[in-house]
Nanobody, 119 residues
Framework: QVQLVESGGGLVQAGGSLRISCAASGSSFRLRAMSWYRQVSGKQRELVAS???????NYADSVKGRFTISIDGAKNTGYLQMDSLKPDDTAGYYC?????????????WGQGTLVTVSS
């Protein structure tokens, strides 16, 4: 089992910055790869950024150059640094970990953290 807890969301003005966190825990679990998604009420959840165990990152076109995903292995915590925020970035942000083992593929999600960007 993997538990994910997001934090750091809040209200910020357009052009501002925010860093949200995802603390991972679980028996013998080490956070090495993860993704961040976001969702606006009534719309589908969309992938914002991902990072592989090798450190390769991928970003949605809408956030490229503004958002940075990272992992602090010592803290077992992932981050999403969000700069030059826009009102369109307003959403609930969710971290995701996909774990593959002999039993199959499992997706774990946090409870989400709300980011609101005012114009």
């Amino acid at each position: 089992q993997v538990q994910l807890v997001e934090s750091g969301g809040g209200l910020v003005q357009a052009g501002g910055s925010l860093r949200i966190s995802c603390a991972a825990s679980g028996s013998s679990f080490r956070l090495r790869a993860m993704s961040w998604y976001r969702q606006v009420s009534g719309k589908q959840r969309e992938l914002v950024a991902s990072i592989t165990s090798g450190g390769r990152t991928n970003y949605a076109d809408s956030v490229k150059g503004r958002f940075t995903i990272s992992i602090d292995g010592a803290k077992n915590t992932g981050y999403l640094q969000m700069d030059s925020l826009k009102p369109d970035d307003t959403a609930g942000y969710y971290c995701n970990v996909r774990r593959v083992d002999a039993r199959g593929t499992f997706d774990y999600w946090g409870q989400g953290t709300l980011v609101t960007v005012s114009s």
